[in-house]
């Protein structure tokens, strides 16, 4: 079948949306770090939005790691459908943000160069929560990280995110460039915050001078969300039939998107706001919220869910016991820790994530939000719990999610059979793990990840009496049936 690209675009079915703008006259204005499925189907939407205001903020695309975007993407002139469905319909829409892709690990030197270019104003990242080569539980530099390592070494050759910033901005200062924005599209608390200590600090390590200029740079914080699984083999034949053409490396994704950042970019940025992003001063209560009520709920649904069978996020909530667990976690036990945020409302918008992690449409698989707990816990649940134990006041339904996990990163699921645990600490955790079975030993081991748990969490009592009920009646009696006993009497 013929592809879809430039060329094969205006021949596509009427009701697909098309690019209402003429790409030839795009530019790179923004160089992304990560372009996975979730940046095309949010950032490089909301980009989309604005770009017949003002053609000069296209998209450089980077994958750090393989080369599978670029390959799909290239042949496609970097266009892509992007499929926004829910129970009761889809749409379809072509993509043409994105202009080129590049391959890190195979030529650096480009991605360096576009990242050094005066045209080249916002450097964003989806590098997911490891990304970072910090360490969880502080948030600081993990100076000791394979990859940080290299990159001191080899400061021209770096392979991760971190490096590839600090030797750009040291190339755009050696030739009297301004910085570029550094934008985090991550689930991390203090996005912006967390990525500027890392970059600084390793810029320190390289030199004093470089440390200092990196100091100056802006790295605006932002809340983003959408929730977009991994694209399946039949979404892309189903939206093959629909265009006429085969597309690659379609996005998949639901109605509901949302972007609130920080107004600061000194070299300009995109007019988001005409997509729907919010600018104001500060996100961090925004932050919070969404970490706790939205991500927290998800890993705690994923580790029942794939423990009592359930492959996808809606199969997970239709479990007897489930959205009974998931409101009550966010109503009784996360909000009452969350920092005020004026005029919004927090029950409507708790409602709706239960709704939108029923959508039928999306097989958002439980394995996929399962992968790296150890790096996602401390912001999505921990943080809730420390509060929530400072308070004085009762937890036990987040402890539940971390048992969850500990049962699962021990990577044997209710039936003996293997999990695929995908965590940058899965070796680590096989080992502290292998061969106990008694719930208290488990998590006395678990609890000693002090980068995950720390050290206040790792002593508390408490926190720990609570971790070896929850884990034991999950070992005895199975996921399945700690659920329902959740579940509220009917009528
Ligand atoms: C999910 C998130 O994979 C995961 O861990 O919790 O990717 C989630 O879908 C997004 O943050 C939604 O905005």
Same mark, same amino acid.
């Given at each position: 079948?013929?592809?879809?690209?430039?060329?094969?675009?205006?021949?596509?079915?009427?009701?697909?949306?098309?690019?209402?703008?003429?790409?030839?006259?795009?530019?790179?204005?923004?160089?992304?770090? !990560?372009?996975?499925?979730?940046?095309?189907?949010?950032?490089?939407?909301?980009?989309?939005?604005?770009?017949?205001?003002?053609?000069?903020?296209?998209?450089?695309?980077?994958?750090?790691?393989?080369?599978?975007?670029?390959?799909?993407?290239?042949?496609?002139? !970097?266009?892509?459908?992007?499929?926004?469905?829910?129970?009761?319909?889809?749409?379809?829409?072509?993509?043409?943000?994105?202009?080129?892709?590049?391959?890190?690990?195979?030529?650096?030197?480009?991605?360096?160069?576009?990242?050094?270019?005066?045209?080249?104003?916002?450097?964003?990242?989806?590098?997911?929560?490891?990304?970072?080569?910090?360490?969880?539980?502080?948030?600081?530099?993990?100076?000791?990280?394979?990859?940080?390592?290299?990159?001191?070494?080899?400061?021209?050759?770096?392979?991760?995110?971190?490096?590839?910033?600090?030797?750009?901005?040291?190339?755009?200062?050696?030739?009297?460039?301004?910085?570029?924005?550094?934008?985090?599209?991550?689930?991390?608390?203090?996005?912006?915050?967390?990525?500027?200590?890392?970059?600084?600090?390793?810029?320190?390590?390289?030199?004093?001078?470089?440390?200092?200029?990196?100091?100056?740079?802006?790295?605006?914080?932002?809340?983003?969300?959408?929730?977009?699984?991994?694209?399946?083999?039949?979404?892309?034949?189903?939206?093959?039939?629909?265009?006429?053409?085969?597309?690659?490396?379609?996005?998949?994704?639901?109605?509901?998107?949302?972007?609130?950042?920080?107004?600061?970019?000194?070299?300009?940025?995109?007019?988001?706001?005409?997509?729907?992003?919010?600018?104001?001063?500060?996100?961090?209560?925004?932050?919070?919220?969404?970490?706790?009520?939205?991500?927290?709920?998800?890993?705690?649904?994923?580790?029942?869910?794939?423990?009592?069978?359930?492959?996808?996020?809606?199969?997970?909530?239709?479990?007897?016991?489930?959205?009974?667990?998931?409101?009550?976690?966010?109503?009784?036990?996360?909000?009452?820790?969350?920092?005020?945020?004026?005029?919004?409302?927090?029950?409507?918008?708790? !409602?709706?994530?239960?709704?939108?992690?029923?959508?039928?449409?999306?097989?958002?698989?439980?394995?996929?939000?399962?992968?790296?707990?150890?790096?996602?816990?401390?912001?999505?649940?921990?943080?809730?719990?420390?509060?929530?134990?400072?308070?004085?006041?009762?937890?036990?339904?987040?402890?539940?999610?971390?048992?969850?996990?500990?049962?699962?990163?021990?990577?044997?699921?209710?039936? !003996?059979?293997?999990?695929?645990?995908?965590?940058?600490?899965?070796?680590?955790?096989?080992?502290?793990?292998?061969?106990?079975?008694?719930?208290?030993?488990?998590?006395?081991?678990?609890?000693?990840?002090?980068?995950?748990?720390?050290?206040?969490?790792?002593?508390?009592?408490?926190?720990?009496?609570?971790?070896?009920?929850?884990?034991?009646?999950?070992?005895?009696?199975?996921?399945?049936?700690?659920?329902?006993?959740?579940?509220?009497?009917?009528?």
């Amino acid at each position: 079948m013929t592809r879809l690209s430039n060329q094969t675009l205006p021949d596509l079915p009427a009701a697909i949306v098309k690019p209402g703008y003429d790409r030839a006259k795009v530019s790179i204005g923004i160089v992304h770090l !990560g372009i996975g499925a979730f940046h095309r189907a949010h950032q490089a939407v909301f980009t989309d939005d604005v770009l017949a205001r003002d053609p000069s903020w296209g998209i450089c695309g980077v994958s750090l790691r393989s080369a599978e975007t670029r390959d799909a993407l290239t042949p496609q002139d !970097g266009l892509y459908t992007l499929k926004v469905q829910d129970g009761e319909g889809e749409t379809l829409r072509i993509i043409g943000s994105v202009l080129e892709t590049l391959v890190a690990p195979e030529d650096p030197q480009a991605v360096l160069q576009r990242m050094a270019d005066p045209a080249t104003r916002i450097v964003s990242l989806t590098v997911t929560e490891k990304g970072y080569c910090h360490n969880p539980a502080t948030g600081t530099l993990d100076e000791n990280h394979p990859d940080i390592q290299h990159d001191l070494q080899h400061p021209e050759k770096p392979k991760s995110a971190i490096g590839f910033i600090v030797e750009a901005l040291a190339r755009r200062r050696a030739a009297g460039v301004e910085a570029f924005t550094l934008l985090s599209c991550d689930n991390l608390p203090s996005n912006g915050h967390v990525l500027k200590c890392v970059v600084r600090r390793f810029a320190e390590l390289r030199d004093t001078e470089l440390g200092a200029f990196v100091a100056g740079i802006a790295s605006p914080s932002t809340m983003i969300d959408r929730i977009v699984p991994a694209t399946t083999e039949a979404d892309r034949a189903a939206i093959a039939t629909a265009l006429g053409v085969d597309d690659a490396w379609p996005v998949v994704t639901e109605p509901f998107r949302q972007w609130v950042v920080e107004d600061h970019f000194p070299l300009e940025r995109p007019a988001w706001e005409e997509a729907g992003a919010i600018f104001i001063p500060e996100v961090s209560a925004f932050e919070t919220m969404k970490l706790r009520l939205l991500n927290g709920s998800h890993s705690t649904l994923a580790y029942l869910g794939l423990l009592a069978g359930a492959e996808t996020v809606a199969e997970a909530m239709a479990l007897p016991g489930m959205e009974a667990l998931i409101e009550g976690l966010m109503r009784e036990e996360v909000s009452p820790t969350l920092p005020p945020l004026a005029g919004f409302d927090l029950a409507a918008y708790r !409602g709706d994530l239960i709704q939108r992690f029923k959508n039928p449409a999306l097989r958002h698989r439980t394995w996929q939000i399962a992968m790296d707990g150890s790096q996602k816990l401390p912001q999505r649940l921990l943080g809730t719990i420390r509060a929530r134990r400072r308070a004085g006041t009762s937890c036990d339904r987040l402890v539940l999610g971390v048992a969850a996990w500990m049962y699962y990163a021990r990577g044997v699921d209710e039936a !003996g059979k293997a999990i695929d645990v995908r965590d940058p600490l899965a070796g680590r955790i096989r080992a502290l793990s292998q061969g106990l079975d008694d719930p208290e030993e488990i998590v006395a081991a678990f609890l000693g990840l002090t980068e995950v748990f720390a050290d206040d969490l790792g002593g508390d009592a408490n926190f720990r009496v609570g971790l070896v009920d929850g884990l034991s009646r999950l070992l005895s009696t199975g996921a399945a049936a700690e659920l329902a006993r959740w579940q509220r009497p009917r009528g």
